[in-house]
């Protein structure tokens, strides 16, 4: 499973994708177009890729959540986005007030940096123009984290 692994993170890397669909994968691109070459790795490795999927999935279970009544239960399955975005809000990236965390650029009259979270104390700087790269990156570092099982 580390072909899989390695195609998760480059997948991440661009942003992109891949949900389990049954036994078909569904590739979403991000802001970078998915290359042709990166697309044929994926074909290769759908097995390892679906099995992987699936590990982790199972690894991350199911909550029970009441409907209706107290005797019934509806079970609802956590989606690989939903683990993205609890390590993303349990890992904030705190940084220097009016230092970019993406340029490292200090802010200047044309190029203010704001404040991304929502926390106290957990706000990351950036311009605005440098959320998406920051996000992006995150985002991937989440991805690798999930498949290594850290």
Not at 66 to 73: A, D, E, F, R, W
Not at 89 to 101: E, K
């Amino acid at each position: 499973m580390n072909v899989a692994r390695n195609l998760l993170d480059d997948l991440a890397t661009i942003g992109a994708m891949i949900e389990p669909a049954g036994d078909r994968l569904i590739l979403h691109a991000g802001p970078t177009a998915i290359p042709a070459t990166l697309v044929s790795r994926v074909r290769e490795a759908k097995a390892d890729l679906l099995a992987t999927l699936a590990a982790h999935n199972d690894l991350a279970g199911e909550e029970l959540t009441h409907v209706g009544g107290p005797q019934s239960l509806q079970v609802k399955t956590r989606t690989f986005e939903t683990f993205i975005v609890e390590w993303l809000n349990q890992n904030p990236a705190p940084s220097p007030v009016g230092r970019c965390a993406w340029c490292g650029q200090s802010e200047t009259d044309n190029a203010v940096v704001l404040p991304f979270g929502t926390e106290p104390g957990t706000h990351a700087w950036l311009h605005a123009e440098c959320w998406a790269s920051w996000q992006e990156a995150r985002r991937a570092q989440a991805v690798r984290l999930a498949f290594m099982g850290s």
